[in-house]
């Protein structure tokens, strides 16, 4: 079948284009891709180009916690490590690596494009280019909040980024860029995928307009550009996609959410942890009890252990393992323009927004609109229900990071085997490190300082 000749070719041109991460050797009797059809095999590839982006920042964050019993039943150095925030948390590679690996398609679809004739079929050519960029530029936003220090736009410049790809080719030189040339990347190639890719797909795993829209509306929060924030979150709402009714949800299914509920407007997953696992991990008691008795998301989210603890059973895409949901929602675009709204005095447009959205969290007629003209706290209750609302979505670290450089003072702590563990906002293990398996094979990339 077509689809495993290319799915031979993926892993065996990740193993030429990647030896300096892995040691896999090439098939030679591979097929090579060069057609439309060829390319649209590489990009519908979910296991490469969806579902392997970094779990890290998601069991460091603080929405749950485990038992001792729990913790000290891991088997993995690494999970122990990153739930304690060691600053030694040594990952394994393909934390790395698998964001790398989906950007190394993005960009052998785009070398094979530019062999192909865009007149023999614009519409898909097109098409395929934007998704290319959608993939390259997402992938790099989901290495960043793990492995790239928290962005400071007066400071971007002199800070280290992430190793920017534009090639396939095997002697391509591996060096980190600065983080502002990193961000910029992300915001071009999306801003040119938008212009490319059409509004809808036929399945959630394809990139959309709505989702580079979408997810522009995120990086604008995360390097302070709030006008970039409302522009792209415009641009999501003026399509006139409908938010979920929570009160259409059966909150007492196991799996409230469907594989591809209707709010989903792209479709990813990141790596497993044993962490994050529902059979394993607790959730936050103080998060839990700050959902009112006619706040919906309570009874979807959350399921009672019947032992005064809860887990999270209200995964996104309707998938329930050690995984998180790492995609983007029509819900996550509304706070993200809330709060750009806000941010930039616009506390009434920012409050309309937002209370459109939480009205459909509540049990109908029960939602009293939140009213202030005080822009902290307008600020601080945005805050409080993006936490509540994108729980497990692989958005909280990155929210503590950014917000931290707001003067956010978010501190966390654990507390196993009777002793405490801190991270405190500045500290430099809010990023991780590169793997050791990814720095053996690449001395020339820079560490991050410890």
Request: with cysteine; glycine share 4%.
């Given at each position: 079948m077509k689809i495993s000749i290319i799915g031979t070719f993926i892993?065996?041109?990740?193993?030429?284009?990647?030896?300096k991460y892995v040691d896999i050797k090439p098939d030679k009797k591979m097929t090579v891709p060069q057609s439309f059809e060829d390319c649209d095999a590489l990009m519908d590839d979910r296991s490469t180009m969806n579902s392997r982006f970094p779990?890290?920042?998601?069991?460091?964050?603080?929405?749950?916690?485990?038992?001792?019993?729990?913790?000290?039943?891991?088997t993995s150095i690494v999970d122990r490590d990153a739930y304690l925030w060691n600053p030694n948390t040594n990952f394994a590679t393909n934390q790395w690596s698998s964001s790398y690996k989906a950007i190394m398609v993005a960009n052998q679809v785009?070398?094979?494009?530019?062999k192909l004739k865009r007149e023999d079929d614009r519409t898909r050519y097109d098409r395929l280019k934007g998704e290319a960029l959608f993939f390259r530029a997402y992938a790099l936003s989901q290495l960043a909040p793990v492995f790239a220090p928290t962005y400071r736009p007066e400071s971007a410049e002199q800070t280290l980024g992430l190793v920017l790809r534009f090639s396939s080719a095997i002697d391509y030189v591996s060096v980190r860029s600065d983080l502002l040339k990193t961000?910029?990347?992300?915001?071009?190639?999306?801003?040119?995928?938008?212009?490319?890719?059409?509004?809808?797909?036929?399945?959630?795993?394809?990139?959309t307009k709505l989702a580079a829209w979408a997810t522009l509306s995120r990086i604008g929060l995360v390097i302070s550009d709030f006008e970039l924030a409302i522009s792209a979150s415009k641009e999501v709402l003026n399509q006139g996609v409908g938010l979920l009714d929570y009160n259409t949800v059966n909150a007492a299914a196991a799996n409230p959410f469907g594989?591809?509920?209707?709010?989903?407007?792209?479709?990813?997953?990141?790596?497993?942890?044993?962490?994050?696992?529902?059979?394993?991990?607790?959730?936050?008691?103080?998060?839990?009890?700050?959902y009112l008795p006619n706040d919906l998301r309570k009874g979807i989210y959350f399921k009672n252990n019947n032992n005064g603890t809860y887990a999270f059973k209200g995964r996104y895409d309707g998938d329930i393992?050690?995984?998180?949901?790492?995609?983007?929602?029509?819900?996550?675009?509304?706070?993200?323009?809330?709060?750009?709204l806000v941010r930039t005095n616009k506390l009434q447009e920012g409050l309309n927004v937002f209370n459109a959205l939480m009205q459909t969290r509540w049990k109908t007629n029960t939602y009293v609109p939140f009213s202030s003209d005080v822009k902290e706290s307008v600020l601080s209750k945005i805050l409080e229900?993006?936490?509540?609302?994108l729980i497990m979505r692989n958005l909280r670290w990155s929210d503590i990071r950014r917000l931290n450089s707001y003067g956010g003072n978010?501190?966390?702590?654990?507390?196993?085997?009777?002793?405490?563990?801190?991270?405190?906002a500045g500290d430099p293990r809010f990023t991780f490190l590169i793997p050791s398996g990814v720095m053996e094979y690449a001395p020339e990339i820079i560490q991050n300082p410890r």
């Open positions: 892993v065996s041109i990740f193993a030429i284009s990647c030896t779990v890290g920042g998601e069991v460091a964050s603080d929405n749950y916690y485990l038992a001792e019993i729990n913790y000290n039943a891991l785009l070398e094979i494009l530019n961000y910029r990347q992300i915001v071009a190639d999306l801003k040119e995928a938008v212009s490319l890719l059409p509004v809808d797909a036929i399945y959630k795993t394809r990139p594989r591809f509920n209707p709010e989903i407007l792209f479709h990813a997953a990141t790596l497993t942890s044993v962490c994050l696992n529902p059979s394993v991990s607790k959730i936050d008691s103080m998060l839990y009890r700050s393992n050690a995984a998180s949901f790492a995609g983007v929602g029509l819900d996550e675009v509304y706070l993200n323009y809330a709060e750009a229900e993006r936490r509540k609302s978010i501190n966390l702590k654990r507390i196993i085997n009777g002793e405490t563990y801190y991270l405190n």
